[in-house]
């Protein structure tokens, strides 16, 4: 709703003198202005919509039009070529002194056409920059903010509002199909956030809804129809019932109030010709909501037996029967997103009640399609109804319309009692909710607090020898005396709060704007400086919409939430992940043909490139018992003891050592393994006890920290236990001997070494 002066109100109920201009930029460069005088009677027209005539659309980005035909009797017009013309049109009402201008929008010129003595322009407002193909870079997920404000800034529309109703909403797949159009996008968008979308008369793309919230503000009563009625009781079924009292106690019964027609966001339209009103109001009772994605048939075999099910496209329900809103085909509805998507709809508009109509009535440019209004009627009755259609046309009357389907040709029957109260219950709760506002809002909300309560200045005036002027604005009678001080210059303008000792805030004509906090709603710029020489260390904080901080970016480099790097202080971060291979004995391993244990070793090696600079390094050491069956069924359980780490000194100085007769190997580093002292403790890593299958089951030892052991190029790590060899039990020479004492101290695993760091310059 364009906000008008009191004054307009009351001239545009009668003394109605209209004046009409529009502003014509050529693609030559030229610029005129065209007024009433140059163009043909009623020779402007404006079809402005949000929903499609005959329906009533959730999700809308309907191309407006402007058609503006000009008088060329003199060929004044005929040397210009108007295709791709801008087009700005305002409408002035005569006030008692002024006229009041509104703009009416901005216009693409489509179809120029021309006949001997005029020259008619077809213009298409900024959603017509919109029908090119959905050729976005934009990176999937994205939120539904995220893909309105790349659809504007791709087709060069300022946006007017980047926050609304599901902004957040994230879409996991771009969408894709045959001809898809920045505009199909941006229907798509307003349909998830339960609005439309459409260019407003200032040329800005914006999403906003019917603001009926507005009437649900206020107390109403529904006097029902004269259409159910009950014959045995002589009473009418439907509508409201209030309790009226007695003429005993006047306190009794109920009180509502419908509030006035004074400073109210709405139109009061009363002047009607041939009005067409519906007999009942469009009351919505549930959302019905189906996927859109290609679907798959199902595979079978040469059987006939279903090899892999198809996936069909799923449809959700929320609320109940009767006025059903329908959405299908829209591509951001991805595979399992139905009911989400119809739960959000539905508790954004169950319970939204207006009445359908179309009626003629007396022109007013403040009145837009979106808007909301109260029809009455010659015999006073008044309908709350919504403006989807508009029609104007200058020197006739307007025509309006709020389309909608029948209530038969939706599918609805007569609203149930439990249909009626469902929707009542949506409206008391959209009643009870806080709505969340931004940051952004709230300093708006401070400063406007600050400035209704703020007290007047004071101003003087130094004049130069030049006769230029200095101007001042101050807290008390004389500068000299006042704390709060504003100075404005042909250099800039500066603020102090210390007398004028000192100028903290200001604007200079460079450009060059200083401020302490700055709170906004988007910036764009080429460089921007956090920090630096003489100031506190930079910090950028990223924040989710509940205030908690998700990413931060300081001197210490990109730390998200939970305390994760990606980026350190000195570069991006990587990790490298070093394993020891499949799972192998820890603790001990027999020689059968020597006789003998044998310390069994995890060996994890890792080569680190040139230049890398390790930040955090440490190794998890993944354990599990063993349990060993003897040819008597006697079970023994075993678990690793006394685990340290060691590091070779000179990795490469190392052999592998085969046994003749033996499966297994053992590698010799030539005595130069050293011990990382308290790498899993002072103790060494010793697993928990097992005695059955029961209490048997894996463990994870972490070290600690390793970095200063770690160095570019080959490394070596070694696991084993620090425990003497157990003596071998018994002495066959089938290699039989059950080596009890060794299995009882052995189990098996494998480790991962975990290097962080970054490529130095």
Known sequence: MIKTSDEY????LDDRKFYHKANIKLKSGDVFLVDDSKVMEGGIKIEDATSASGKFDVGSAIINKLTLTLNNTDDEYSQYDFEGAEVQLKIGLQLSETVEWIEKGVFTVDTPTFTDTQITLECLDNMTKLEVLYDTGLSYPATLKEIFMDVCNRCGIPYANADFPNSGYIINQRPSGENLTYREVILYVSQLAGCFARADRFGNMELRWYALMDFEKEDSLDGGSFNIFDESSAVYEDGDNADGGDFIHYRGGQQWDGGTFENQDYHVIHRLNGPSIGT???????IRVTEEFEETEDETDENGTVIKKG???????????GYVIEISGNLLIQQGQAKTAAEWLGKRLIGLRFRPMTTQTLSDPSIEAGDIAVIVDRKANTYQTIITNLFYQSGSLETLTADAESVSLNGASRQSELSKAISQAMVQERKNTKEDISNY???VQQLTGMLSNALGFYETTEIAEDGSRVSFMHDHPAREDSVVIWKKTIEGFGIS?????????GLTKDGNLIVKVLTTIGINADWITVGGEGNANGVLSIRDDTGNEIVRLGKEGITLANGGKLIGGNGVLSTFMFSSGSDQKIGYEQDYAMQENLKSKIIIDAHIPDKFVVTSAHIKLFHFPTSTVKGSGTVTWGYARNQRLYKALSPMAKYYVEYWMSEGTSTDYKGTLEEISGAFGSSGFTANYVSSASNANGQIAVSAELSSQIKTGFNSFVIQTADSIPAWQGNTTDGTAYQSNAYIRTGYGRA??????????
């Open 9 to 12: 109100k009351k001239y545009i």
């Open 280 to 286: 009942d109001d469009i009351l919505i009772t549930g």
């Open 311 to 321: 996936v069909k496209k799923g449809t959700a329900f929320f609320g109940t029967e």
């Open 441 to 443: 809002d709230k300093k």
């Open 497 to 505: 709060t210390d007398g004028g000792e000192t100028w903290e805030t």
């Open 752 to 761: 991962i070494l975990y290097v962080t760091g970054y490529m130095a310059p």
